[in-house]
């Protein structure tokens, strides 16, 4: 290609728009072409990095076309080598739910991969778990504060006395008091509190602390049977609970001082369990994206649909979600369903999150944020074709509702439908029992949560270099040419192996921990 034409990138060979690759942009006059051989294409206005240009002349009522998609319909005449952005864009019309391909696809032909290991704690129930922590649950917002001061004293006064405990922590929430705790939908915050106490990082160690007045008391938060028993305990007793409404309590050190005594016996425990080889099957990977922009679907996505394959392929669990950021790609998501059930169960999801979304009057276009359209991406439907990317192309086996927990045979590409917030799909993902969690971003987002190790894949490599100490893979390196998506793939395979076992990402290097936020579509009184 003559160095004075630049690059572009087309998703599929009828795309009608390409994004430019170039750093900083491009100035109008420059030339691009689209592949060597193809004729230069000059542009009519700068376009920044990211952004999309009309590779041909798209006449007004005419579909712009990206991954071989309709993203938009042009308000204008559009002239080749104009910079196409949302505002010359009407968003297409979602989908309906009649006549989807239902279980439609054939499964890929691939072998399985056997040797893969990491080093893990295996716990009682059989789930394995990537780090060894202490959870202190809490049933009530009002105990947040208590429970936080408790946690701090734990940590500096007893965590240096168990040295294979890596941490503490808080799942502090705003729910258990002023909610219509018997309303349809208040399952979903229930539920997912329960499950994320059970999560496999926190090695089967149950402490709840509890105010004792809320609407959500102990025995309601996790019933006989859901939780693991300590020794000599009754399961009538439920679980091991410090109330600070009790009478025992007389005056504040009081309380602080009981959940502090509390923890030794979970701390004792944990602390007598090792690392051991376990392999790669019992890895439960959640995927992400935040902050996207136009490369999260060239870069960082398929490489991490490419990992997600290698997972499958390996016997583990990969969950992708956020309800909106796969709701254009409907079809996509039935058609790889393993059979008519599971193809149901995503259109169950997606139908009931459609009508939430229409009680707060809201609709799908509301997802794409300022940052996402500054990256180049025009709408909710561009921003979901490059979202779905992240599932790979393996059959879709389960469906999880929000909340739900993941069963033991529940293995390979899991759809757990949660909202697309970043704190509320991470915390809906750790109720369903992920142990490790792949994020990417292009925009750039400190995000990490506390309970399970958080690996952000960064889409460009200009966002890697400016935030080093914060990415931990560069996807970019995919559009500068250096590493194909399967190398890419293949390299964060590995890096979650490491991860898993022990090895800190950057998030947990510098203790980066987003709030746990639970989903409460009920109503609150």
Same mark, same amino acid.
């Given at each position: ?29 420059? /030339? ?8 230069? #294409? ?10 999309? @240009? ?18 938009? #319909? ?25 006549? @989807? ?41 009002? !105990? =947040? ?103 025992? &309590? ?6 602080? &001082? ?25 890895? !439960? ?25 290698? @997972? ?70 561009? /921003? ?23 069963? =033991? ?55 890697? /270099?400016?935030? &080093? ?54 109503? #609150?009184?």
């Amino acid at each position: 290609m003559d160095p004075s034409e630049f690059p572009v990138i087309a998703m599929h060979e009828a795309d009608n728009v390409a994004i430019v690759v170039t750093s900083g942009g491009l100035k109008a006059g420059a /030339k691009v072409k689209k592949h060597p051989g193809a004729p230069p #294409i000059t542009l009519i206005n700068a376009v920044p990095q990211g952004h999309k @240009l009309a590779l041909r002349s798209i006449q007004a009522g005419q579909p712009v076309t990206r991954y071989n998609v309709t993203i938009g #319909i042009a308000k204008q005449n559009i002239e080749a080598g104009s910079w196409v952005h949302e505002r010359l864009l009407e968003l297409p019309s979602a989908r309906n739910f009649f006549n @989807l391909p239902m279980a439609t696809a054939n499964a890929p032909s691939v072998e399985a991969l056997e040797g893969f290991t990491f080093q893990g704690y295996r716990n009682s129930d059989g789930s394995v778990g990537t780090r060894n922590i202490l959870a202190v649950t809490t049933t009530v917002q009002c !105990v =947040a504060g208590v429970v936080n001061l408790a946690v701090q004293k734990i940590k500096e006064e007893l965590l240096p006395l168990y040295p294979n405990v890596d941490d503490v922590v808080g799942i502090e929430h705003t729910y258990g008091c002023g909610v219509a705790i018997d309303a349809p939908d208040a399952i979903i915050p229930i539920r997912t509190l329960r499950n994320i106490s059970l999560n496999p990082n926190f090695g089967n160690e149950v402490l709840v602390i509890s105010l004792g007045c809320e609407k959500l008391p102990p025995l309601r938060l996790l019933p006989a049977g859901s939780f693991p028993l300590m020794p000599d305990q009754k399961e009538s007793d439920g679980p091991h609970t410090v109330c600070l409404q009790d009478d025992q &309590h007389v005056g504040f050190m009081s309380m602080l &001082h009981s959940i502090v005594d509390s923890a030794r016996p979970h701390l004792s425990r944990l602390n007598a369990r090792r690392r051991e080889t376990v392999p790669a099957s019992e890895l !439960v990977v959640g995927v992400q994206c935040g902050g996207s922009d136009a490369f999260s679907g060239v870069t960082a996505n398929p490489v991490v649909g490419f990992a997600a394959d290698l @997972l499958v392929r390996a016997g583990a669990t990969i969950m992708f979600s956020e309800n909106t950021e796969v709701r254009d790609a409907v079809e996509q998501l039935t058609h790889r369903a393993v059979n008519p059930e599971v193809a149901q169960s995503i259109v169950r999801e997606l139908d009931w999150y459609d009508r939430y979304l229409e009680r707060g009057q809201a609709d799908r276009s509301a997802n794409t944020t300022p940052g996402n359209k500054a990256g180049g991406l025009s709408n909710i439907v561009e /921003k979901a074709m490059g979202s779905i990317v992240k599932s790979g192309s393996m059959p879709i086996q389960h469906v999880l509702a929000p909340g739900e927990k993941l069963k =033991a045979h529940q293995k390979g590409l899991v759809f757990a439908a949660t909202p697309a917030s970043d704190f509320i799909c991470g915390t809906l993902q750790l109720a369903a029992g992920m142990n490790l969690h792949v994020f990417t971003t292009g925009r750039g987002t400190p995000y990490g949560l506390q309970a399970c190790p958080v690996l952000k894949v960064a889409t460009r490599t200009e966002l890697a /270099k400016r935030w &080093h100490d914060l990415m931990d893979m560069n996807a970019g390196r995919v559009a500068d040419g250096e590493i194909s998506i399967e190398e890419g793939g293949w390299e964060l395979f590995k890096l979650l192996l490491d991860v898993a076992s022990g090895r800190q990402t950057w998030a947990e290097h510098w203790k980066l921990h987003n709030a746990l936020v639970l989903f409460n579509p009920a109503p #609150i009184t």
